[in-house]
């Protein structure tokens, strides 16, 4: 039996490397014949990864985390017809039969046959099926030639493979994010949060043609790497409202889109920053969009949050001001990212130079046994997006 380790979830604020089972063609007792197992060859640590390490969940004790996968294929079931041996694959994090109502309608992030608690699952996710993750050595993926993306010249693949690691999830859920708030050309748009899903939003919004990205945080270092690729930015530990900063950018207090990449753990603004405010950026999204605008919503929001500061929180339950959403009759995109809709086409744009995602989200490669440090540094706001080489394949 080949061995296998990989990045377990311990308690809050502990990840540890393991030895873990060696996967198999298997769902439970029910032979797999539809799925591959992959050799890992890049694995990233994602920010909806820390919301678990933080406590923030009801992940349990021993998880194998991971959900954004890029591998080589292994071994084939005897029902894949068109995934073969040796290809080098991109693994979309939504897992999708590719039959259920949902999928065919192209909503791979809600698919109803994956998860028997609610509609749709991930690989290494709490509440999302119990799928093994893949921040490991190998993984085994179900409805292969429904599920992987495969990369047509192998050779060009791992050449760019730092910018084609981030198809499995934070390139199109940021993309995502910014076609769901109505991103085109010469479009204004507020991205909230300069983490690595932000960044691939605000580099996606540049992509989609925006004349002016605004991106707004707390951490300078994160600031400092939007304005590395021409992004407008605004501090938001400053006294000076997100209206008035904004409004000295582009001349008014608002913005034509807004993208929030930020989710459940946002904190206050201003004179309330370090205080937890769950809502707050969809608050603030609210009060900068313009009449007729919307905001799209790839930030993580959870039904379960056991670290909240109070009751309605721990459920779910935000203080958003619906009001003045509806006032202004702002449209709201939520949810996963439906991978599958895009990543083909954002495969297509890093092949052919349109656009240097590795670069706005500042990738560093680090080995798997160093994925604990990765998760403390990054949880410290590094302006970093972590990727693992389980196997040293990565170029350097």
């Known amino acids: 039996m080949s061995s296998n380790k990989g990045v377990a979830y311990i308690k809050p604020g502990v990840v540890e490397v393991q030895n873990?089972?060696?996967?198999?063609?298997?769902?439970?007792?029910?032979?797999?014949?539809?799925?591959?197992?992959?050799?890992?060859?890049?694995?990233?640590?994602?920010?909806?990864?820390?919301?678990?390490?933080?406590?923030r969940t009801t992940a349990p004790e021993g998880l194998v985390l991971g959900h954004e996968i890029t591998g080589e294929v292994i071994e084939a079931g005897r029902d894949v017809e068109f995934?073969?041996?040796?290809?080098?694959?991109?693994?979309?994090?939504?897992?999708?039969?590719?039959?259920?109502?949902?999928?065919?309608?192209?909503?791979?992030?809600?698919?109803?046959?994956?998860?028997?608690?609610?509609?749709?699952?991930?690989?290494?996710?709490?509440?999302?099926?119990?799928?093994?993750?893949?921040?490991?050595?190998?993984?085994?993926?179900?409805?292969?030639?429904?599920?992987?993306?495969?990369?047509?010249?192998?050779?060009q693949a791992m050449e760019k493979i730092k910018?084609?690691?981030?198809?499995?999830d934070i390139f199109p859920t940021g993309y995502h994010g910014a076609v769901t708030a109505g991103v085109g050309p010469g479009s204004i748009v507020y991205v909230a949060g300069a983490g690595p899903v932000g960044l691939a939003s605000a580099a996606a919004c540049q992509l989609l043609g925006a004349a002016c990205v605004i991106v707004g945080d707390m951490i300078q270092e994160r600031l400092d790497q939007a304005r590395s690729f021409g992004c407008e930015t605004v501090d938001l530990?400053?006294?000076?409202?997100?209206?008035?900063?904004?409004?000295?950018?582009?001349?008014?207090?608002?913005?034509?889109?807004?993208?929030d990449c930020v989710g459940f753990e946002a904190h206050g603004h201003g004179h309330d920053a370090g205080h937890e405010h769950p809502a707050t950026v969809l608050n603030s999204a609210m009060d900068v969009t313009r009449a007729g605008g919307?905001?799209?919503?790839?930030?993580?929001?959870?039904?379960?949050?056991?670290?909240?500061k109070d009751d309605k929180?721990?459920?779910?339950?935000?203080?958003?001001?619906?009001?003045?959403?509806?006032?202004?009759?702002?449209?709201?995109?939520?949810?996963?990212?439906?991978?599958?809709?895009?990543?083909?086409?954002?495969?297509?744009?890093?092949?052919?130079?349109?656009?240097?995602?590795?670069?706005?989200?500042?990738?560093?490669?680090?080995?798997?046994?160093?994925a604990p440090k990765g998760y403390k540094d990054f949880d410290q706001g590094a302006a970093k997006k972590f990727v693992l080489d389980p196997h040293g394949m990565v170029p350097a």
């Open 20 to 55: 873990i089972d060696y996967p198999k063609l298997a769902l439970g007792d029910r032979k797999c014949n539809h799925g591959v197992i992959l050799k890992v060859v890049s694995t990233n640590i994602c920010g909806s990864d820390q919301h678990m390490v933080r406590g």
């Open 83 to 155: 995934i073969k041996v040796g290809d080098l694959v991109s693994v979309p994090f939504n897992i999708a039969c590719g039959r259920c109502r949902n999928c065919k309608e192209g909503k791979t992030g809600i698919c109803l046959n994956v998860n028997p608690s609610r509609p749709g699952a991930a690989y290494g996710y709490v509440d999302m099926g119990g799928w093994v993750g893949g921040q490991a050595q190998y993984v085994m993926v179900p409805y292969a030639d429904f599920n992987l993306l495969k990369f047509p010249d192998k050779d």
């Open 163 to 168: 910018d084609l690691t981030l198809l499995s």
């Open 237 to 259: 530990r400053k006294d000076a409202s997100l209206p008035e900063q904004i409004a000295s950018i582009v001349g008014v207090p608002e913005v034509d889109a807004a993208v």
């Open 294 to 308: 919307a905001i799209g919503i790839p930030g993580l929001y959870v039904t379960d949050d056991p670290g909240a």
């Open 313 to 370: 929180a721990k459920k779910g339950m935000l203080s958003i001001r619906i009001g003045l959403g509806w006032a202004k009759s702002h449209a709201f995109y939520t949810g996963q990212c439906p991978v599958m809709k895009y990543h083909r086409q954002l495969m297509q744009a890093i092949l052919y130079d349109k656009i240097q995602i590795a670069k706005a989200v500042n990738v560093q490669v680090i080995s798997l046994e160093d």
